[in-house]
């Protein structure tokens, strides 16, 4: 398996602008993660699924922040408007059930 | 409420001075401490969990213990390419999230 993909690597945006990442877990596996990362608040858990339903949210800072799950395969992170203070790595894992988690090479994400 | 804290936050070592990096939890219903390693631009890499008191992991100059209380990575006669940030994180009985530390920074200089 090629791991968890994560795309784009890199995005610039201008603030206002609707932003998607995008990923692809490993195959079989049952849970999916998203992360942010930054030098102030490390890694934070934004939202994850269990068998492509939203189990906690609790992360998400703000209503402009929608992750869905259509499908065991695919997953997206939309921030719609983008603000500057969005600029973070965004990192999606995922993992079978009571093992441990594999994460992507993550989206660097620049709103300017 | 889940919490990990790790320290040192940064951790300057020679090559071959042994040390270890500590991580510090609270969680209701322990199912697993992970230790992850992270280099600069890329995902967090798994290294081990641990799931009780007591239990110990070892993985070449890596050594990982875990009390109730605490966790604790090992390294013996570090070299150059272990630098890297060292992430703990726990996972307790409210779900099936990782809750992640702020992470040690290792350099270790030749």
């Known amino acids: 398996d090629a791991g968890v993909i994560q795309s784009p690597r890199h995005e610039v945006t201008e603030m206002g602008q609707e932003v998607t990442l995008r990923c692809k877990p490993i195959?079989?596996?049952?849970?999916l993660f998203w992360y942010r990362q930054t030098m102030m608040r490390g890694l934070e858990l934004l939202i994850y699924?269990?068998?492509?339903?939203?189990?906690?949210d609790s992360g998400m800072p703000e209503d402009r922040f929608s992750a869905k799950m259509p499908n065991a395969s695919f997953s997206t992170l939309k921030i719609q408007p983008s603000e500057p203070r969005d600029s973070a790595v965004y990192f999606c894992?995922?993992?079978?059930?009571?093992?441990?988690?594999?994460f992507g090479q993550g989206t660097r994400l620049t709103v300017v | 409420e889940d919490q990990v804290t790790q320290s040192p936050e940064a951790l300057r070592l020679q090559e071959g001075e042994s040390s270890s990096l500590n991580c510090s939890y609270t969680?209701?219903?322990?199912?697993?401490l992970f230790w992850y390693r992270q280099d600069p631009g890329k995902g967090p890499e798994f290294l081990f969990t641990?799931?009780?008191a007591g239990e110990e992991k070892e993985k070449e100059r890596l050594k990982a213990t875990l009390t109730k209380k605490e966790s604790f990575l090992h390294i013996t006669a570090p070299k150059p390419e272990d630098s890297a940030t060292y992430l703990c994180?726990?996972?307790?009985?409210?779900?099936?999230?990782?809750?992640f530390g702020q992470g040690t920074e290792l350099s270790v200089k030749p």
């Open positions: 699924f269990n068998n492509n339903v939203p189990i906690d």
């Open positions: 641990l799931y009780s």
């Open positions: 894992a995922s993992r079978p059930v009571n093992t441990e988690a594999f």
């Open positions: 969680v209701s219903g322990l199912r697993g």
């Open positions: 994180a726990v996972r307790g009985n409210q779900g099936g999230k990782l809750i």
């Open positions: 195959s079989g596996h049952d849970y």
